[in-house]
């Protein structure tokens, strides 16, 4: 669509410059073993228009969650539609509701979207259902990079946070590369912290940009009332460190390639009575 102002986008960028130096990154839970990724900056002065006209798809893992979906999808069209930068940005969003059935599979789910959504993409976002963009980066992104900076529930200290979910980018065929994540990750965690070990087993980077996003309040599935582990994530726990302790084997010999799925049905969404043909919602069943 709308053609891109490079010098106001140029402009923009140079207010954010102290953004920039957010040091170096972990992943939170890595079974005792603690690797730490130097966190580069995506964010420098330039800007190539070639970065808002690559095709972007966004994948929204989703079960259950209708007040969220029905926030974010007309705030993301808007969104994308308002920002002076990112309406350039060719994009579709493809909601990937998992069949109920067997428990919630984040990680396959979302490689069933990417499966579904890629041919017609450069690039793919990952985007919880629950975190609505209040300034986001959603350009063309070169190595896998979180558009999330500030923003994340329950994030213990104020400094940027860490996670490696929410909002997570990466190039079409760095996706294919690592095999996507893990399908075998069922009920809540560990899936992402996964495929940080692809992204590093792979000697891909990975950075993070400057985001703002306004999580949604939800209960926090992965615990009990105590606040503990419970029974599903000490399920994902020890499934992610008998991975581990494979070393290099336990990760990406299974994932996007080994997936078995079916897409029962895809709709278009509507907004106020009208059909968004870049939002399509499928729903699928993981076998
Ligand atoms: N999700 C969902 N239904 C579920 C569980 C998860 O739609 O029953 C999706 C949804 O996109 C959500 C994401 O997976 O934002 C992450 O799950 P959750 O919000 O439970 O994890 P946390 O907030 O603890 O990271
Ligand atoms: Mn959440």
């Known amino acids: 669509g709308v053609e891109l102002d490079v010098d106001a986008a140029q402009r923009l960028h140079r207010h954010l410059a102290h953004f920039v130096d957010l040091g170096e990154g972990a992943c939170s839970e890595d079974g005792g073993n603690r690797h730490r990724w130097q966190v580069r900056h995506a964010l420098d002065f330039s800007i190539d228009p070639d970065d808002y006209a690559a095709r972007l798809a966004i994948v929204i893992p989703y079960r259950d969650r209708e007040q969220h979906l029905s926030r974010l999808i007309p705030h993301l069209v808007t969104f994308f539609e308002r920002d002076r930068l990112a309406r350039a940005i060719p994009y579709e969003i493809h909601i990937a509701e998992q069949a109920p059935g067997r428990p919630f599979n984040r990680g396959a789910i979302k490689n069933a979207g990417f499966a579904v959504a890629h041919a017609n993409a450069d690039y793919v976002v990952f985007h919880d259902v629950d975190y609505l963009p209040i300034w986001a980066d959603y ?23 860490n996670t490696p979910g929410c909002a997570l980018a990466l190039p079409v065929d760095d996706f294919v590369r690592i095999n996507g994540y893990s399908n075998d990750y069922w009920e809540w965690g560990f899936e992402d912290v996964d495929l940080q070990q692809r992204i590093r087993l792979a000697g891909l ?16 599935h992965g615990v009990t009332s105590e606040g503990k582990a419970n029974s599903g994530t000490q399920r994902t726990r020890a499934i992610y460190l008998a991975k581990g302790a494979q070393g290099t084997a336990g990760f990406g010999g299974e994932g996007l390639s080994t997936l078995g799925f079916r897409v029962e049905r895809t ?6 009575g009208v059909p968004l043909p870049q939002v399509l919602h499928h729903h699928i069943v993981l076998e």
Do not use: A
């Not at 709709?267 to 106020?272: D, L, P, S």
């Open 267 to 272: 709709v278009q969404w509507v907004r106020n």
């Open 205 to 220: 980077g990975w950075s993070r940009r400057p985001g703002t996003f306004m999580p949604m309040p939800h209960e926090h």
């Open 139 to 161: 350009s063309l992104v070169h190595e896998p990079t979180s558009l999330i900076t500030w923003g994340v529930q329950e994030e213990s200290s104020e400094g940027p946070s």
